[in-house]
């Protein structure tokens, strides 16, 4: 895979709510992707990729991984810094 991700920023949530961080990636060193989430879910904790709301009132990813192994590339990068945090 040619990704290679680091992450910038993590700032981690001090309540009981089940969003426990806010984390900001660098992609190969020339993009910035703000504001990926890590939320407690009911299977454990998982990145959520940042978010807008549409005209219809409903939540859509604003950034999409085009292949399954991007997304859990970026995951595995993202869960990994934020338990070493």
Do not use: H
């Not at 709510?17 to 190969?28: E, G, P, Q, R, T």
């Not at 990926?36 to 219809?56: A, C, H, W, Y």
């Amino acid at each position: 895979m040619n990704l290679e991700i680091k992450v910038q920023r993590i700032q981690k949530m001090e309540s009981d709510s089940s969003l426990k961080a806010f984390v900001d990636i660098v992609v190969n060193d020339s993009i910035l992707i703000k504001g990926l989430k890590i939320i407690e879910g009911t299977n454990g904790v998982f990145v959520s990729m940042p978010q807008e709301r549409g005209r219809d009132n409903k939540w859509y990813d604003s950034i999409r991984c085009l292949t399954e192994g991007a997304k859990e590339y970026i995951s595995d990068v993202v869960l990994y810094s934020y338990q070493q945090a």
